[in-house]
């Protein structure tokens, strides 16, 4: 990316703001198409290690998964310009409503109840289309498909600590890293065996 590619960032992130409902995974398909196959500034690997950065990051996932992308392409400017562009569609239009409409305007308003009750069934797809990519990325199979299963069913159970997910995040880490070392030192054994 160039220097004049700031704007292109921005109105990137803008478009996804501005056209997305339903939070941070409901934009990441949207941001997938128009970073990873739209402008081809990232791979698809590393967009998906990106978001698993964003992830781990305390915030909004939307913000996060913007400013990991626009300090991987264009540094701080990059993700100060990614930052703004996700989150000023939704300021405008939070503003929009805060000076024409009342709460009970908006509850009493039987045309913008029907417009959120169309855009429910569309934000649970735009949810579900990440997490089948991010499970198909991961090369989850049968032997690993429980591990996403019980950390959400822990989580969703409300135990004390345990429903905790930064436990899970560090879980997580701690895990990943012991596979790492595991898997290099067999690799090494391995090798050591081959050069006899």
């Known amino acids: 990316m160039n220097n004049n590619s700031y704007s292109k960032l921005f109105w ?93 305007a908006i509850k009493n308003n039987e045309t913008l109840n ?20 991010s499970a198909k990325a991961a090369h989850l199979n049968k032997l690993t498909i429980f591990i996403p299963i019980a950390t959400a069913l822990l989580i969703y159970s409300g135990l004390p600590y345990i429903s905790n997910p930064i436990v899970f995040i560090i879980l997580g880490a701690v895990g990943g890293y012991l596979y790492y070392v595991i898997s290099s030192h067999q690799h090494n054994k391995e090798r050591k065996e081959d050069n006899k």
């Open 114 to 133: 029907a417009i959120f009750k169309g855009i429910r069934p569309a934000v649970v797809a735009l949810i579900l289309a990440p997490l089948i990519n």
């Open 12 to 104: 990137s992130f803008f478009k996804v703001g501005a056209f997305t409902f339903g939070g941070g995974w409901a934009m990441i398909s949207v941001i997938e198409k128009e970073i990873v196959h739209k402008h081809k500034w990232v791979e698809r690997d590393d967009f998906l290690d990106l978001l698993a950065i964003a992830q781990a990051m305390p915030g909004i996932l939307a913000v996060n998964i913007a400013v990991v992308i626009g300090d991987r392409l264009q540094g701080i400017k990059g993700s100060i310009c990614s930052a703004l562009g996700t989150i000023l569609p939704s300021f405008f239009i939070i503003l929009a409503i805060a000076i024409f409409l009342t709460p009970d």
